[in-house]
């Protein structure tokens, strides 16, 4: 359905690209086609297919700038969880002198799911500020904060956040750069209670199951038995579980990061880098009993703010002959959810917070042609955790083409 | 004939492109383009064209003959990349030349640190995207 859709839009903007070349703006367009063995990635696992499909806009008036993207991805199997998703931004860099700069950004965004899983539809507002300098020419340091605010179908979600950070660089002449990196962040959740049930329990209570958008019963959430945001016939996830709270009102959860990246080029065509982080969550914790991570779906529970713990990256960069590219690389992370409890395979607390450790083997290649790319991706993911729910081994595979058509003048811009 | 209908719209755009857009005076010259290898001395941000935004432009020494010139990278990039003085850079760009000016190259193609990154198309049509808000894209595995 979608390349019938792309065969009727391609022509369009070509003819667009080629008749309005003083305005300037240049189309991206991308079609992605993945599949997966765990969709839902927990033990039990289940297979989709995945089409995904966007649309960018991307046009300079002076300083500032202004793009436009929308995508749909499509789900073979799980059509619940196909979405439309929409984004609108405006930038505007601004020199501080010859070298430094000031960079703002603000934007607009909204994702929209069908059926069973339009608890996560969204829409939400960003800004960004970041200053970059050049401390020496083969040193930089750049800070950036940036603030986000969302509203989801399902209210639990909603939230403010914010993180700050600051980076320093230094290139040496052996082609080394060292980076390091502090990074402050914070999420507050507006309303991520359910209003305590007549007969309840205890204000934090666990294996609440089901939450609005799901079919779960209580006691039954943890053991992935077919509750959840899926509804009946559910296979993956762990069924959703807010907490319950007579108090009502907001939860937050803050962390602080450190990392350090070491980069090393080898000849003309090899690149290497390693990197290390370190969180602690020091503030809150997550307001959710049970965290959720599908396979190119973005989770309200699951995200940057809601672990502590490390990990660990490194990665090869090839440069072939005929703009071919191969990057590869490892990652282990070892991760830790302050307030979601590890459950076991009776749905019982084990009086463990839930910790992951996960090796992630990805690699990509890509080939540039002209005004296109075409790539192909590989992943192996071996996750363990305390929660059995979430010990998994998977493959994903992607490929795609991505296609930029500019209006743009001739030459300088 | 639906193959021709969907082919006509290309065709078109292929034969129309060459002849608009072109703007007087500096601009990219395929005819005068060079490759060269270089080391970046220094790095500065500098408005190059009326109704945009300043370009990154990096000041080089050319290996071997030490000539030195300036390489017009893009307009965003000064967040999007960090280059830094004294890395090895490779340049695919035309070259500009005045009297009495520095010589400067309108890049299409960077190799630095072992990738490549395009910014022309071979025609020198700017294929550069925008800052860090424009860094989006799927949720990748292990950046969460």
């Known amino acids: 359905m979608i390349i019938k859709k792309m065969r009727r ?63 749909y991805s499509a789900f073979r199997e799980a059509s619940g969880l196909s979405f439309f998703a929409a984004d609108l931004g405006l930038d505007y860099l601004v020199p501080a002198g010859r070298k430094s700069a000031l960079y703002f950004a603000a934007g607009v965004a909204g994702q929209f799911y069908r059926q069973t899983y339009e608890p996560f539809s969204s829409l939400g507002a960003n800004l960004l500020g970041a200053f970059k300098t050049y401390l020496a020419p083969s040193s930089i340091m750049k800070v950036q904060w940036q603030g986000a605010y969302a509203v989801y179908k399902d209210p639990l979600f909603d939230y403010l956040s914010q993180t700050a950070s600051l980076s320093v660089d230094k290139y040496f002449p052996s082609r080394t750069t060292l980076k390091a990196d502090a990074e ?44 959840g945001w899926g509804g009946q016939g559910y296979q993956g996830g762990s069924g959703f579980m807010p907490r319950y709270s007579s108090a009502g009102g907001g939860a937050g959860i803050g962390h602080v990061s450190a990392s350090l990246l070491a980069a090393q080029g080898i000849g003309d065509a090899v690149g290497l880098s390693a990197s290390a982080v370190r969180q602690w969550v020091v503030a809150g914790e997550n307001p959710f009993l049970s965290i959720e991570e599908f396979y190119f779906v973005q989770n309200p529970s699951a995200d940057s703010f809601s672990w502590e713990g490390h990990q660990l990256n490194g990665r090869i960069t090839l440069a072939f002959p005929w703009d071919v590219s191969l990057k590869t690389g490892y990652t282990y ?42 790539f192909l991706a590989y992943s192996h993911v071996d996750n363990t955790s305390t929660d059995p729910l979430f010990v998994w081994k998977s493959h994903f595979i992607m490929g795609g083409f991505e296609w930029n058509l500019p209006t743009g003048r001739k030459g300088g811009v | 004939m639906r193959s021709m209908v969907m082919l006509l719209p290309l065709l078109v755009a292929l034969a129309v492109v060459p002849a608009t857009g072109q703007v007087p005076g500096h601009f990219y010259n395929v005819d005068t383009e060079i490759g060269i290898e270089a080391t970046v001395r220094e790095i500065v941000l500098e408005p190059r064209y009326k109704g945009t935004a300043p370009f990154l432009v990096l000041r080089v020494e050319e290996s071997g003959t030490a000539k030195a010139f300036d390489v017009e990278i893009a307009p965003s990039w000064f967040f999007g990349q960090d280059v830094h003085g004294g890395e090895k850079v490779k340049i695919v760009g035309s070259l500009t030349e005045a009297p009495g000016t520095k010589p400067t190259i309108i890049a299409r193609e960077l190799k630095l640190r072992g990738e490549t990154f395009k910014l022309r198309d071979k025609r020198g049509f700017p294929s550069w995207q925008g800052g860090p808000q424009r860094k989006r894209g799927i949720r990748r595995f292990g950046r969460t």
């Open chain 1, 9 to 71: 839009i391609v022509p369009i903007l070509v003819m667009a690209s080629t008749f309005l070349p003083g305005w300037g703006a240049t189309f991206y367009l991308s079609f992605n086609q993945h599949s997966t063995q765990n969709l839902f990635q927990t033990r039990d696992a289940v297979s989709d297919q995945i089409s995904a499909f966007s649309l960018a806009i991307d046009q300079d008036f002076s300083a500032l700038s202004l793009i436009a993207k929308a995508e």
């Open chain 1, 184 to 227: 402050w962040g914070y999420k507050y959740f507006l309303h991520p209670f359910l209003p305590e049930p007549v007969e309840a329990a205890p204000a934090t209570m666990l294996m609440s199951g089901g939450g609005t958008g799901g079919q779960g019963q209580p006691g039954t959430g943890g053991g992935g038995t077919g509750s």
């Open chain 1, 333 to 374: 992370s070892d991760k830790t959810y302050p307030g979601v409890e590890s459950l076991g395979a009776d749905g019982l607390p084990l009086g463990l917070l839930r910790n992951d450790r996960r090796n992630l083997l990805e690699a990509r290649l890509q080939k540039d042609f002209r005004r296109f790319s075409v």
